[in-house]
T-cell receptor, first 119, second 116 residues
């Protein structure tokens, strides 16, 4: 397993369009997180899953945002009716509750992110 | 209560020098304090982390110092190298096992430049 994979790496879209990002976590990790990072800032928590259950959502996650993890493996983050303020790097991270060969319990491993530009 | 404040915003150090980045937190429920390193175009990568039951943790050239009473912690990079040039983020979270673990609150970041 080579780590957390995110696609697409870059997306340019026009305001009002819908976009979807995909995250494939490290295979043995049961927790998956989405963060948003704007230029010059630290990542901000959006939501996280334990297996297929979405356990927490930030107030940053407006109604236009929806995240799923249908089979407890990969996850998608969809943004509907994009706005220019949605332009950011969307980061996915995963962790294991119990620890193992891929890190200690709770240790977050981030993907390289999906950069969204809304024109 | 959820903020983590990081300073300085940027830091320039000569090769071989010591880089020091500081963070302060407000929420006393935080009990896991990692530092992440991020290169341009990449996601953050865990560098080192500490829990409040110890005051210092060292891994190679990287040391975290933790002051629970002051609610402050810092990253020291000894013998700084040009390859250390990156953005560094401190973060904080609550205990493993609780549903909030892994929900990291990040500082604003410090851009470190190490001159050769």
């Amino acid at each position: 397993d080579t780590g957390v994979s995110q696609n697409p790496r870059h997306k340019i879209t026009k305001r009002g369009q819908n976009v979807t990002f995909r995250c494939d976590p490290i295979s043995e990790h049961n927790r998956l997180y989405w963060y948003r990072q704007t230029l010059g800032q630290g990542p901000e928590f959006l939501t996280y899953f334990q297996n297929e259950a979405q356990l927490e959502k930030s107030r940053l996650l407006s109604d236009r945002f929806s995240a799923e993890r249908p089979k407890g493996s990969f996850s998608t983050l969809e943004i509907q009716r994009t706005e220019q303020g949605d332009s950011a790097m969307y980061l996915c991270a995963s962790s294991s509750l119990t620890g193992g060969t891929s890190g200690k319990a709770g240790e977050l491993f981030f993907g390289e992110g999906s950069r969204l530009t809304v024109l | 209560q959820q903020q983590v404040k990081q300073s300085p915003q940027s830091l320039i150090v000569q090769k071989g020098g010591i880089s020091i980045i500081n963070c302060a937190y407000e929420n006393t429920a935080f009990d896991y304090f990692p530092w992440y390193q991020q290169f341009p175009g990449k996601g953050p990568a865990l560098l080192i982390a500490i829990r409040p039951d110890v005051s210092e943790k060292k891994e190679g050239r990287f040391t975290i110092s933790f002051n629970k009473s002051a609610k402050q912690f810092s990253l020291h990079i000894m013998d700084s190298q040009p390859g250390d040039s990156a953005t560094y983020f401190c973060a904080a979270s609550r205990r493993a096992g609780g549903t909030s673990y892994g929900k990291l609150t990040f500082g604003q970041g410090t851009i470190l430049t190490v001159h050769p």
